[in-house]
């Protein structure tokens, strides 16, 4: 947050402050842009204090981490390059689901080298755009055939993942489990939110050293 403010008023030549206080409710290093989405939030909350174009906040945003431009924009989209070409997608249902993290460190750097030292990305094709569906199983189904190519390095490194991912399968009306990002949190894609809120209790009450957290995914409020 302090560096995104910093950067913020480097690029506006503003000499206008303000004070933060961060409440956070998600793990640490856990794969789900928590620290991409408070210097987001820092970005969003100083236009308004400030005054400052919007269009400085983007054009920061690349420079705090891959994952910022993404969660500065608040919408479902199609993340491109290094995660600065960011377009909105439209046309999805918010996808209930549940959250797992393990308590395990799976740093970011050891999997990305163990997935390049594998010739991860060779032969890559971008996806042109991210088809249309009005029902969350429609969406689910199409996800089903993507993939995260990170999965397997991070679980050659903490195995603690492949036993997160075995758990959430097993939930009974889960309808597809995955990594997120580098790890080590997984996530389980449901149908319904009570469907999700069901799985979370269930989780909860077989691995209470986990933290499972219900929710849905898609366009921020």
């Known amino acids: 947050m302090l560096r995104a403010a910093r950067a913020l008023q ?3 030549g503003t000499d206008k402050g303000a004070a933060f206080t961060l409440e956070k409710r998600l793990p640490v290093a856990a794969g789900i842009g928590g620290g991409s989405a408070d210097a987001a939030a820092a970005l ?3 236009v308004g204090l400030w ?3 919007p269009e400085a906040a983007r054009a920061v945003a690349p ?3 891959g994952d910022v431009p993404v969660a500065l924009a608040g919408h479902a989209s199609l993340m ?3 995660g600065e070409r960011v377009r909105r997608v439209t046309g999805l249902p918010r996808l209930p689901a549940v959250l797992v993290n393990p308590g395990t460190a799976c740093p970011t750097g050891p999997v990305f080298r163990a997935y390049d030292e594998a010739g991860g990305g060779a032969g890559f094709a971008e996806l042109a755009q991210v088809p249309a569906f009005d029902r969350a199983a429609d969406l689910i189904g199409w996800l089903s055939q993507q993939r995260n190519d990170l999965e397997a390095p991070a679980m050659s490194l903490v195995p603690e993942i492949g036993t997160v991912l075995g758990a959430l399968k097993a939930l ?3 309808r597809l489990a995955r990594m997120s990002g580098s790890g080590a949190t997984c996530f389980a894609l449901f149908e319904t939110e009570d469907a999700a809120a069901r799985g979370a209790s269930t989780l909860s ?3 209470p050293g986990w933290w499972v957290r219900a929710t849905t995914l898609g366009d921020a409020a």
Do not use: I, S, W
Request: glycine fraction near 20%; charge should be negative.
């Open 51 to 53: 005054g400052v174009d």
């Open 44 to 46: 969003t909350l100083l």
């Open 10 to 12: 480097a690029e506006t």
């Open 80 to 82: 491109q390059g290094e």
């Open 63 to 65: 420079g705090l981490g």
């Open 172 to 174: 009974p009306e889960a």
């Open 205 to 207: 009450a077989a691995r």
